[in-house]
């Protein structure tokens, strides 16, 4: 009888660590785009000391793109790792529950709830700040052959 019991809260547990798994691979592609965006920034700066005190207006806009993309994406890195954490707690309330022999439904189907809308809100910043990596792009293109 403990075997059985200890398969169900193992294959109840099986979820959420998938989750984690999942999160995982979306932090690590976002903190990808996040390491480049804040090295680009960095590069920008050098480039406008360079050049001071004279002003160039694309810099300037490109500088404000990038930073814009880089707080969206620390948004998104922050909702992802949030709804990480509270896959973890999940795991340990499946056993929890399993071991003290409660009932934990409700808790255990806020947190995954909310660890989903957490993971839609990561995706959406995500989202917002391909489509500002676009306009960027745009812009850049149109200077580039404006000149």
């Known amino acids: 009888m403990l075997n059985i019991e200890y398969a ?11 989750l984690i798994s999942g999160v995982g691979l979306l932090l690590l592609g976002m903190s990808a785009r996040y390491t480049h965006t804040t090295d680009r920034v960095r590069d920008l700066l050098k480039e406008r000391r360079k050049i001071r005190p004279r002003r160039d ?3 300037e806009r490109s500088i404000t793109l990038i930073y814009e993309r880089t707080h969206l994406l620390k948004n998104a890195i922050l ?17 929890l529950e399993h071991f003290l022999d409660l009932d934990l ?21 995500l989202v917002i700040e391909v489509h ?5 792009l745009r812009i850049t293109i149109h200077d580039h052959f404006r000149s």
């Open 8 to 18: 169900a809260t193992l294959a109840n547990a099986l979820t959420p660590i998938t």
């Open 57 to 59: 207006p694309k810099l």
């Open 79 to 95: 909702a992802v790792t949030i709804s990480a954490a509270l896959s973890g707690s999940l795991v340990l309330v499946t056993i």
């Open 105 to 125: 439904d409700v808790w255990k189907a806020t947190i995954l709830l909310t660890a989903v809308v957490f993971i839609v809100l990561s995706t959406l910043f």
């Open 132 to 136: 500002l990596s676009l306009k960027a």
